[in-house]
């Protein structure tokens, strides 16, 4: 049996179209490589199928209905194959850029996302925490590798000047807005491998 090349997505691509990457949208306009509404279910790739997924300022556009959001997360789960690599960028929640854009209908958080992580869920179970352990109940997992924090453009100019410091920086972006201007994260799907048949 000769075994597929997995597939690379770009989910959402726009005008923004990736070399070696399937360009996937739902939008005509843009001349997608492949039309998919991503709220539409299933998806159109078969179980295993793919190793890296790009989904750059689209996360934060889909899944208004949080039984639509929970799909998403086990569709991209379905398609992809052990250690498959997920790269998000969503513009950070307390930024005008999110909230200011009414399209956007979910803030996408390091928290919101290590929900969908399954041993950080158990661990939580274990302390007696609350959070909703939704790694369990969609049956996925996602571990978040990376979490990087671009700033706005004019904190950026002033930790460059010297004007601010990394630890200011740090407080403003918890308690205050404009801080950060997108967040990029790198998640790893976790899956069994099945035992290849030796016959």
């Known amino acids: 049996m000769v075994e597929s090349t997995p597939l690379k997505l770009n989910l959402g691509c ?16 843009c001349n997608p490589d492949q039309l998919v509404d991503l709220e539409s279910f299933p998806w159109p790739w078969d179980d295993d199928s793919v190793d890296e997924i790009r989904m750059s300022h689209v996360l ?11 799909k998403i997360m086990c569709e991209i789960y379905r398609i992809c194959v052990a250690d498959a690599v997920i790269h998000i960028t969503v513009p950070h929640h307390r930024h ?22 399954r041993q950080q869920c158990e661990a939580w179970i274990a302390g007696g925490y609350s959070n909703t352990p939704l790694a369990l109940y969609c049956g996925v997992d996602f571990v978040t590798e990376e979490v990087i924090n671009d700033l706005d453009p004019a904190w950026q100019q002033r ?41």
């Open 60 to 70: 934060e556009h889909l899944g208004q209905a949080p039984e639509v959001y929970l």
């Open 159 to 199: 930790l460059q000047d010297g004007s601010t410091d990394v630890a200011t920086i740090e407080f403003h972006a918890q308690h205050g807005s404009n801080v950060i201007a997108q967040t990029r994260f790198r998640l790893r799907v976790r899956k069994q491998v099945p035992e290849r048949d030796s016959a």
């Open 96 to 117: 005008d850029n999110f909230h200011s854009d009414p399209t956007h209908v979910r803030a996408v958080t390091p928290l919101g996302l290590a929900l969908f992580d």
């Open 14 to 29: 726009g005008y923004n179209k990736l070399q070696g990457f399937v360009n996937v949208d739902s939008a005509k306009d």
